[in-house]
């Protein structure tokens, strides 16, 4: 049975740092590309960074860009999402997802997560 599961989420101050995890199984992860994405209440789901399936391309929403850094292990079925300098407009659930190419749309990944919160506030 192919399975995400998100972990590191929690509270953080503004200007702190978090490490999300994802584990995948069931599925050959190394052929998939990887994103993240976040939806804070009352928004959309938005992607906020995907790394193809060797790791060599990643991609950033530029809300995210030179805060966030998308990483993979696939030698362990791991992919992570470091996050520095958090800000409140951070605050969402995470969710990690799985997709043959690099270029699939959010509303088409194949695989989903379910999600982690990820709180920034004082």
């Known amino acids: 049975q192919e399975q995400l599961v998100e972990s590191g989420g929690g509270l953080v101050q503004p200007g702190g740092s978090l490490r999300l995890a994802c584990a995948a199984s069931?599925?050959?992860?190394?052929?998939?590309?990887m994103s993240w994405s976040r939806q804070a209440p009352g928004k959309e789901r938005e992607r906020v960074a995907r790394?193809?399936?060797?790791?060599?391309?990643?991609d950033y929403a530029e809300s995210v860009e030179g805060r966030f850094t998308i990483s993979r292990d696939n030698a362990e079925n791991l992919v992570f999402l470091q996050m520095n300098k958090l800000k409140p407009e951070d605050t969402a659930v995470y969710y990690c997802s799985a997709a043959p190419f690099f270029s699939t749309g959010l509303a088409l990944q194949k695989y989903w997560g379910q999600g982690t919160q990820v709180t920034v506030s004082t």
């Open positions: 069931g599925f050959t992860f190394s052929s998939y590309a």
């Open positions: 790394i193809t399936s060797t790791g060599r391309f990643t």
